[in-house]
């Protein structure tokens, strides 16, 4: 008995089912052709409307409204001409379709409902920023009501859009209530960040604008989120760092304390005197801007070793300086070390005292075919 290898193979079938969508697609293409070639064309009219309309309405509020208008303002007309343009090339396209002709009110209702989404978003985010401010609260709190009343003012806007059209998400919800735990354990490191990101916010190791060093980098927080916290470096490098990396590492804050107390080691010759060398420094470190006055600059001995002892210029400088204090500390070291130079103080080297007990043995520790006396 023969096998049909082709109907083993499943061919048959994936070539019958490739022939019954071509025809579906021809047929859709016969029955609706004119009608999806004038959606296009509507759709790239609508396109050079709002960017004709936008344009002129951007011109117009800069030449007749306020000189001061707020970004803000420019930003609301833009979205409201651009929700508009869509909501005309939707009910156009729709219109040509008779089975899309009973959705234009509920896309007309949907569209009203966006306007009072982005339009209520805007009245509570100006309210909140208001009642953040009458409670104290600092920027990384505000952040955080902000977010919160954000995600939930987003999910109920979703929610009664799906509504326009019948469509009810909590029965969804609900029945993929098993599916949610399987992507909860899937998302683990999301949660983590999340609970890690709430913690920060209540905890306030740091704050908006604060230098804070946090394992190899070092930067200025720029934003704290419930998943990451944003700092820039002074390279100018934006980094985004995981709140659950943050949450169990050491975090070091440079400017909560307010002035910030720096130590630059400087070696120093032993042959040379410690108060002269002292004197050169203290006008080193007074001569350069950024160094506080009050307190007082101060040279201390820190160590001796083994070839030269080791000096620190302890000084502070204000938290408005944290962001150049690496290039203070590097400037101050070359001023100190043409300081000591003209002053003819010399710099250490490395230097060995070998000290030979056994003059008899001396001769033996002289290289091969070296010359001297035995005495």
Known sequence: MSLDKSRLLGLDALLELGRSVRNDAERFLTDSGPELLLSLLLVAVYALLFWGVTRLALWLLGRFGPDDAHPVLRQ???RVLRLTFLLLTAISVAGLFPALTP??????????????????????????????????????????????????????????????????????????????????????????????????????????????????????????????????????????????????ATVVNLTAGGRLRLNVPLPLAYAERVPEARALLLDVMAAHPKVEKDPAPVVLVRQVNES???????????????????????????????????A??????????????NVEHAAELRPPGTKGSDA
């Open 76 to 78: 609301t007309l833009r």
């Open 344 to 357: 003819g103080l010399a710099a250490p080297y490395p230097r060995r005292w070998v000290q030979v007990e």
């Open 103 to 248: 959705s234009i009110p509920a896309i007309f209702r949907v569209y009203v409902l966006l306007l009072l989404i982005f339009g209520g978003w805007a009245l509570i985010h100006h309210l909140l920023h208001r009642q953040a401010n009458a409670w104290g609260l600092d920027a990384s709190l505000s952040l955080l009501l902000s977010n919160a009343v954000r995600a939930v003012w987003v999910l109920t806007g979703i929610y009664l859009m799906f509504r326009q059209f019948g469509i009810d998400l909590l029965p969804i919800l609900g029945g993929l209530g098993v599916a949610g735990l399987a992507v909860g354990f899937a998302a683990q490191d999301i949660l983590a960040n999340l609970i890690s990101g709430v913690t920060l916010l209540l905890d306030r190791p740091f704050r908006i604008g604060d230098w804070i060093r946090v394992r190899d980098y070092e930067g200025q927080v720029h934003g704290l989120t419930l998943r990451t916290t944003r700092i820039v470096t002074r390279d100018n490098e934006a980094v985004s760092i995981p709140n659950k990396e943050i949450a169990g």
């Open 308 to 342: 030269h002892l080791e000096l620190i210029l302890r000084f502070y400088v204000t938290d408005e300086n944290v962001k150049a204090y690496p290039v203070v500390t590097m400037q101050l070291r070359e001023a100190a070390k043409e300081a000591l130079q003209d």
